[in-house]
């Protein structure tokens, strides 16, 4: 536990070193708080508080798919990968420190989102609600953080950072992020249970508001988590860092 | 029981065979120094000894256990051949890293004395020169007060002030540990190894003392431009290439005396010693010749 530890203040350390790199991470979900949700859903209260839980999740969604994704790809490459495995540690380690990172710069990123949430729409959240939410969306990053993980010990850079781009779009649009629950366009409403980013956000909706989990969405969300961390754990193993032919 | 050891060890990289059938022992103290040259197989070795790839077929043992295995890494340092390190990190942060997935880690401020890097303790790696980043990289390997260290070219990049200060201190880390070097100057392999290993084409071409290997591999070149050649004694190899005629001998000297003895009609003598890639093609040649 106490390693986990290190190699996640190590990485902390790394990122908070390069401090755009923060900044950077929280602009893209406030930006678009501000841009999607504050002129069209501003002024309701139960619209907006469910828009603000969206954006939340598709900050989470694109903050895992992509850190890790891309994060673990670029790693790989690098010399101090390949040190970093001889050293006497297991893969959990290495695994838990990068996940411990990647939850701190994530809620980092969703502070923002929270703030404009509040100060600037209608949207209203108990204390209880949030800290609901917070372990709502912990659970929630679980399959995208395992599809990040898979992709980056799977793929090269270029390609981790295509397949994460191509993964993304669908997921974000098919499983109706960027609408209201039950307001999305009729196929969206239709593909929408089965994919993890609908369940995922129905979590959270259900955390901050009076939304009631569809089964089938709760299932779908099960079933991705554990073929994505199946997929990372083999894709971890049979990776022996970045080959050239 | 050695530290370490392969038994008859093939890894392949797609249709690349990069070691064919290698069984190495290494045993408690000194230095083994494995010389080849690049594309031997020699960092192959290594990095299947320390755990970061798996054998095609074969077996490897590192303390008796599988190298993949944590717990069989507690008492190994390493120094991989390209040295990365997190440029944002500082020097101090570095060993702070390492040091904390060891029992009883060297203190930091020693280490960076003992490498003449105490100074640039506070400064980020990024900043670092290229000898001075080589150095942190071969510090690293000795952080947790290892039995077993594995150094892949540990001094390439070093001046040479540096590169013998370095030999100093592995040298002396050889009196009470067990080094396991790789390099392609044999200059190097004859200041700290004990025992030499000649790798060629993913196989052990020799396993001897410094001393004889010195004498397999010291091989002099003698070029001329001449018509013909009769036959000379102790030429290993003749090559031929833009009008001149190169003789490979272990003993230029006396080669020398028998052009003029036989009286041969030569021009533009010169006498060189081969290149460590050379001597080793030879012996390559020689061994799978035979």
Known sequence: ?245 | MPLARTIDVTRRYGDRTALDGVSLDIPAGGVVGLLGPNGAGKSTLINLLVGLRKPTSGAVELFGGDPRDPASRRRIGVTPQETGLPATLRVSECVAFVAAHFADPVPAGALLEDFGLAEVARRQTGGLSGGQKRRLAVALAFVGRPELVFLDEPTTGLDVQARRDLWTYIKDYGRTGTVVLTSHYLEEIEALADRVVVIGGGRVLADDTVESIRGMVGIHRVSLDTITLPELPGVVGVEEAAGRTSLLTPDPDQLVRDLVAMNVPFRGLQVQPTTLEEAFLTLTTAKTGS
């Open chain 1, 1 to 245: 536990m106490s390693l986990a530890l290190t190699h996640a203040r190590f990485r902390i350390l790394e990122t908070l070193r390069i401090p755009v790199a923060v900044v950077g991470g929280a602009f893209f979900p406030a930006a678009s708080m501000l841009f999607f949700v504050v002129p069209f859903a501003g002024d309701d209260a139960v619209g907006a508080t469910y828009a603000t839980a969206s954006m939340v999740m598709f900050a989470v969604m694109t903050s895992s798919l992509f850190t890790y994704g891309v994060g673990v790809a670029e790693d790989r490459a690098q010399p101090w990968d390949p040190f970093s495995r001889t050293l006497p540690a297991g893969p959990a380690a290495a695994f838990a420190g990068r996940v411990l990172s990647g939850l701190t710069f994530m809620f980092i990123s969703l502070i923002p989102v929270v703030i404009i949430g509040a100060a600037l729409t209608a949207a209203t959240a108990s204390p209880w609600q949030l800290l609901l939410a917070l372990g709502a969306v912990v659970l929630s990053a679980l399959p995208f953080t395992f599809m990040g993980l898979a992709i980056g010990y799977a793929l090269p850079t270029k390609a981790a950072l295509a397949v994460a781009q191509i993964i993304f779009f669908p997921l974000a649009f098919g499983g109706g992020l960027l609408s209201a629950p039950g307001d999305a366009p009729g196929f969206v409403e239709t593909i929408a249970p089965y994919l993890p980013t609908r369940g995922a956000v129905e979590l959270v909706w259900a955390a901050v508001g009076d939304f009631e989990v569809s089964t089938t969405s709760m299932v779908a969300l099960a079933v991705w988590t554990v073929a994505a961390a199946a997929l990372a754990a083999w894709a971890y193993r049979r990776d022996e860092g970045v080959r050239f032919s």
